[in-house]
Structure formats: C-alpha cells, structure tokens
C-alpha cells in the first residue's frame, strides 16, 4: 500500500508527548507497516527502519501504538485502513469493469485505480481510540507475577529476573501523561526483557543456585577440625600464668 490518510491535527494532539526521535521512529513505522502490509518483527525492530541506534526510542513507540502478537507488532487502525483501501479498490475495478462492458472479474482498462480521498473524519492511529480497548498505568503495588518471571527465565536466562521487574516497574511508574498508559502491559514486559537494558545475572547468583546439593561436607569446615585435633594442649604452667595475669587485671 504506497497511501494512506494522514490527519495533520489529530497527529499532533495524540502525539505530542513524543521526543524528536520517537516522532521519527512512530513515522517511519507506519510507513514500513503500510508499505509491507504485514506485522513488524520483534527483532530488529530499529534495523528495519533504519534506526538501530535508537532501539529504546523504537521499542517506546511501539510499546504505545502498536500490540505485540506471535507474529510481531501489529496497529489494528491500520490494519482497518489497509482492509478498506483494499475494498475500495476492489469495488473501483467492479465499477470500471462495468462501465467498460468488461465481465465482473476482468481487468478494468480504465485509468489506475484513484486513491481514497482524505476526510475530516479520519483518526490518528492510536490504540486508546477504541472505546472498547482502554489503556492503564502499572500499579505501584503490583507483585512480580509468576508468568511474567517464567518468561524471563525462558527467554532469557542470563537476566536477573528480580531485578529486571524491579528496574521494569520503576521506570514505567514514574513516566508521567499518556507514556506511561499501556494497553497490555504483559506485551510490555515481554518487550521489556528483550530489550538489551536489563540488568544481567550475577555469575556468583547463578553458580549458588545452579550447583546441586548433597549431603558431602563442606571441605573449609573439615580443614578447621583436623586443625583442632592436631593443635597441642596448653601447658598447665602456661595456664596458671594466665589466670594471674587475669586476676591482675
């Protein structure tokens, strides 16, 4: 799809929260989704609109206007427009077809098919436009759920899956206005590991929790009792020197 409609001042009213390159980022990836027609992938995300050193700005945008599937990132508005523009195509070719005594499947010999005309009716793409489907901000009192920790040890193991909520909640909490609204926040979180800003695992947590137990004794504490049997007893007049020094004091 090489159009779509673009509504100058809704745009800006829904987006003005942005940074400079979050703008960037959020135009170019409707151009990319339009262009292709099909989800955006998961990774390389940045790459594939030419912004793989602002891979945070990127996974920003995306986490606001865009749903994580199994596919990759889709906007359902725009899907909605690729499907009507698709429709109007299709009904421009009947019509032409018509007009032209061709047959209702046959190839319209009239001139390109006219791109759909803009109205003030048109929406910004956003996700919270869609009564049906509101936004929410995390909660300041939200435990780490068991889900969210399994798939941060399944995707990725090196991570310190506490740490990685901790530093996740904190972030997303203290955004102020309309960044800090997700409509699904797991898809957030999964994003959110991901990414290659979360704090790693310590090696010394991995080896405590990965070296399995049994009962053989630990080998520090044998040494200090062999050390014990094998020290020599006090004198007694050692002893006896001792205890006057004591008394002295």
């Given at each position: 799809?090489?159009?779509?409609?673009?509504?100058?001042?809704?745009?800006?009213?829904?987006?003005?929260?942005?940074?400079?390159?979050?703008?960037?980022?959020?135009?170019?990836?409707?151009?990319?989704?339009?262009?292709?027609?099909?989800?955006?992938?998961?990774?390389?995300?940045?790459?594939?609109?030419?912004?793989?050193?602002?891979?945070?700005?990127?996974?920003?945008?995306?986490?606001?206007?865009?749903?994580?599937?199994?596919?990759?990132?889709?906007?359902?508005?725009?899907?909605?427009?690729?499907?009507?523009?698709?429709?109007?195509?299709?009904?421009?070719?009947?019509?032409?077809?018509?007009?032209?005594?061709?047959?209702?499947?046959?190839?319209?010999?009239?001139?390109?098919?006219?791109?759909?005309?803009?109205?003030?009716?048109?929406?910004?793409?956003?996700?919270?436009?869609?009564?049906?489907?509101?936004?929410?901000?995390?909660?300041?009192?939200?435990?780490?759920?068991?889900?969210?920790?399994?798939?941060?040890?399944?995707?990725?193991?090196?991570?310190?899956?506490?740490?990685?909520?901790?530093?996740?909640?904190?972030?997303?909490?203290?955004?102020?206005?309309?960044k800090g609204v997700k409509l699904d926040w797991f898809?957030?979180?999964?994003?959110?590991?991901?990414?290659?800003?979360?704090?790693?695992?310590?090696?010394?947590?991995?080896?405590?929790?990965?070296?399995?137990?049994d009962n053989r004794p630990d080998p520090a504490l044998e040494k200090i009792k062999d050390d014990?049997?094998?020290?020599?007893?006090?004198?007694?007049?050692?002893?006896?020197?001792?205890?006057?020094?004591?008394?002295?004091?």
């Amino acid at each position: 799809m090489h159009y779509y409609q673009f509504h100058i001042g809704d745009y800006i009213s829904h987006t003005r929260h942005l940074s400079l390159m979050e703008d960037l980022a959020y135009r170019r990836l409707l151009d990319f989704y339009f262009l292709h027609e099909q989800p955006i992938k998961h990774r390389d995300a940045a790459r594939q609109i030419g912004m793989r050193e602002h891979e945070e700005d990127v996974m920003t945008v995306l986490n606001e206007f865009f749903i994580s599937t199994e596919d990759g990132f889709v906007n359902p508005r725009a899907d909605k427009e690729i499907q009507q523009y698709k429709e109007f195509s299709e009904a421009g070719k009947r019509g032409a077809a018509k007009r032209w005594a061709k047959p209702p499947n046959g190839e319209a010999i009239s001139p390109p098919n006219a791109t759909p005309i803009a109205t003030n009716n048109h929406k910004p793409i956003t996700n919270n436009h869609k009564k049906e489907q509101r936004g929410s901000r995390l909660a300041n009192d939200l435990f780490f759920p068991k889900e969210w920790e399994q798939f941060c040890v399944e995707q990725r193991p090196e991570l310190n899956p506490a740490k990685t909520f901790d530093q996740f909640k904190d972030y997303w909490i203290s955004q102020a206005g309309q960044k800090g609204v997700k409509l699904d926040w797991f898809a957030t979180w999964r994003n959110w590991v991901r990414s290659t800003n979360a704090p790693k695992q310590n090696p010394a947590d991995i080896a405590r929790v990965t070296v399995p137990m049994d009962n053989r004794p630990d080998p520090a504490l044998e040494k200090i009792k062999d050390d014990a049997k094998r020290a020599a007893p006090i004198p007694l007049e050692v002893l006896a020197k001792m205890a006057a020094l004591r008394a002295k004091a």
